[in-house]
């Protein structure tokens, strides 16, 4: 007879369990909104993934075969899409939000992580028995952290698929990423019908979460994390560099702002961090609203918007070198940002959907 934890039959439950449809899900939770081609897609809890064609003013429900919480969605084209979330549930669209399928869960995403360290530690292994003799200590500790890491990861799968996948980035149908709590970061090649395990060429030895993952002008991939990670990729996501970050605390957000090789990452308290130079330096954009930023968005007048917890919603029309400071009246959190018609945005969080002007006030 096997037996199971009360935590990991729920997992087990809500991955296996199709997300009910309801009239609901543009007042519920939503954690990422983006656009597919004119179509906008986004993603919330209970596995809720809804759609709109006209610009928000009304939502279909897609067809998803998970219940669990999702917390990003990317598109890689009009209508290939992949959204990410608990559990480590990677999903995909081939028609543009309409219909979900499963293509990895956190067992599958735990089975490569320990693989990958599997590898890691047979070459630490080579390497030790090839060192001079005052090298070897220093090897033999860091084979130690690779078994020790190993272990965490072997025990984290016997409890389930419990860490999630927080950001996901697609440069067509075949090529992207997906990053996650503790380190996670899986690449696939082939549209996620495979993937492999990327931690080792990401500078992150204490595995801290990372958080975003974007594209900024210029063709350069950013990830932002925990502890003020920033890592830079100029090839497509092949090598990473880790930037110097002028803040220590959580980053949960990044974004370009239209010109080349300008990066805005933001996080914790509302810290924003500036970068004309692919991150090799950072300055400190001035905010006193304080409240955590999660999303931010460029129009195409080059406005950046950028919102968070409280109702936040912060505006620039000078490239980041300032912001004014709105609060929407219901301070209901804010987790991402769609620029629409006009001026309009299209925000989603706490309270669903809204449609409002550039300082975040109901239209609708």
Do not use: C
Request: charged letters at 20%; aromatic letters at 8%.
């Amino acid at each position: 007879m096997a037996w199971f934890t009360p935590a990991a039959f729920a997992l087990a439950d809500i991955i296996e369990t199709p997300a009910r449809q309801t009239d609901l899900a543009p007042t519920n939770l939503l954690n990422d909104a983006v656009r597919a081609g004119d179509r906008i897609v986004a993603v919330g809890e209970r596995g809720h993934i809804i759609y709109s064609d006209d610009g928000g003013q009304t939502w279909a429900q897609g067809n998803v075969p998970v219940a669990v919480t999702l917390t990003a969605v990317d598109f890689g084209s009009e209508t290939h899409g992949w959204a990410v979330g608990h559990s480590g549930v990677v999903l995909h669209t081939e028609d543009a939000g309409e219909n979900w399928s499963l293509q990895l869960t956190g067992i599958g995403a735990s089975e490569l992580a320990i693989a990958s360290k599997e590898d890691q530690i047979a070459a630490m292994e080579e390497r030790i028995e090839e060192a001079p003799e005052s090298e070897v200590g220093d090897l033999e500790w860091a084979l130690d952290d690779l078994f020790f890491a190993m272990e965490n990861m072997q025990s984290d799968l016997d409890i389930g698929p419990v860490n999630p996948l927080l950001g996901v980035w697609f440069e067509n149908d075949q090529h992207g990423f997906v990053v996650g709590a503790y380190g996670m970061i899986l690449r696939t090649q082939d549209g996620g019908d495979t993937w492999k395990d990327w931690a080792p060429q990401i500078d992150n030895g204490q595995n801290f979460h990372l958080n975003g993952i974007a594209r900024i002008a210029g063709g350069a991939l950013v990830i932002v994390g925990e502890a003020g990670q920033i890592h830079v990729s100029v090839d497509g996501g092949s090598t990473w560099e880790r930037r110097e970050s002028p803040y220590p605390g959580s980053l949960f957000g990044v974004i370009g702002t239209g010109q080349v090789n300008e990066i805005l990452a933001f996080g914790l308290r509302g810290n924003m961090l500036f970068s004309s130079d692919l991150g090799k330096s950072w300055r400190m954009v001035p905010n006193s609203a304080g409240a955590t930023l999660n999303d931010g968005a460029v129009a195409d007048d080059g406005r950046i918007t950028l919102v968070g917890n409280g109702g936040t919603v912060l505006m620039s029309g000078n490239g980041a070198d300032s912001f004014r400071e709105h609060f929407r009246g219901d301070r209901a959190g804010i987790m991402s940002v769609v620029p629409v018609s006009g001026t309009n945005l299209l925000i989603v969080g706490e309270s669903g959907v809204k449609i409002t002007d550039a300082r975040g006030k109901n239209l609708q």
